[in-house]
């Protein structure tokens, strides 16, 4: 089997405990009388909003509310508008969103709003719709501490490639704004060579690596501003026998990324506070729904995950929330 076959057998079997987390999954029961029902809407369906849904369904289990979870089977635009639509339909009182697009939602969150659903965003914001809040990482700032994290491994010179799932999403925008302030800033000897778009999967993320080490065999650094970049880049450059010689590194906590940190292959991973994410998400809504004022913007933070702390920073991430030890 070759090594992509490999790959895309590896991201079937990880993904296949959220292949249930489609339209309408998490149903669970009749609400009580009363209670209300939010729900939580990723971009589509992928392991990293595993903790996001942990936090969200725990906080829902603190404050008596209902959860469900609702993803769209790709990181599409009509998709994600299909399920708010239903949503409307459902009556649900509150909608946590993580944005495939910007303007593209614009239309149907306005017609949530004037149904009286309330609607936040989480993890990638809406900044041009009217969501009543974003929670999530500051993601220019995030792309900022990868990218001197980064150019303090390369020495502050040599050649960079930076690796986008989608260049529309505002969120991975930001995170390359950042980047590219701190290489500018910090180490104007790096060239950065070039964007390129993955579409969030790790297939395309392979070969685009290969085209990457085929045109630059004096690449020096390989950059990620979304999930699927180190599972994706990782085992090429270990293949082609790069460790070392090529920095790999990226966004996100993925089990696979996490492998690749432990054996070598990637040096770090800028992790978000996605549990976080989920609990605050519960917490604003309630207050969304009680007429309460929310901050336009709520920053989670970040976390730079190397061998160094690999094993004791996830038990950081529910401190202060009241569910350490869950």
Known sequence: ???????ALALTVLLSPALGCGEGSDKKGPRTAGQKVFVMVPKGVHPYYEPCREG??????????KADYVAPPNFELPQQVKTLENLIARKVDGIALSAVDNEGLIS?????????????TFDA???ATRALTYIGTANEQAGYVAGKTMAELMGKKG???????GLAAPNLNERYEGVKRAIKELAPEIELLTR??????????????ESLLQAHPDLKGILGVSAEACPGAAPVI????KVGKVFVAGFDDLPETLDYIRNGTVAFCVTQETYKMGWLSVERLIEACEGKPL???????VIVVTTANLDTYKQDMKKGLGAAGK
């Open 1 to 7: 089997m070759s090594l992509k076959n490999l790959a």
């Open 56 to 65: 969200f369904q725990d906080a829902a289990k603190k404050y008596g509310v």
């Open 108 to 120: 149907v969150i306005d017609e949530a709003t004037k149904a009286g659903i309330r609607i936040i």
């Open 125 to 127: 914001p809406a900044p």
């Open 159 to 165: 050649k960079l490639a930076i690796l986008q799932g």
């Open 196 to 209: 390129e778009d993955t579409k969030g999967k790790v297939n395309e993320t392979m070969n685009k690596t």
């Open 238 to 241: 270990k293949e082609q026998k």
């Open 295 to 301: 901050p336009r913007t709520i920053d989670t933070s």
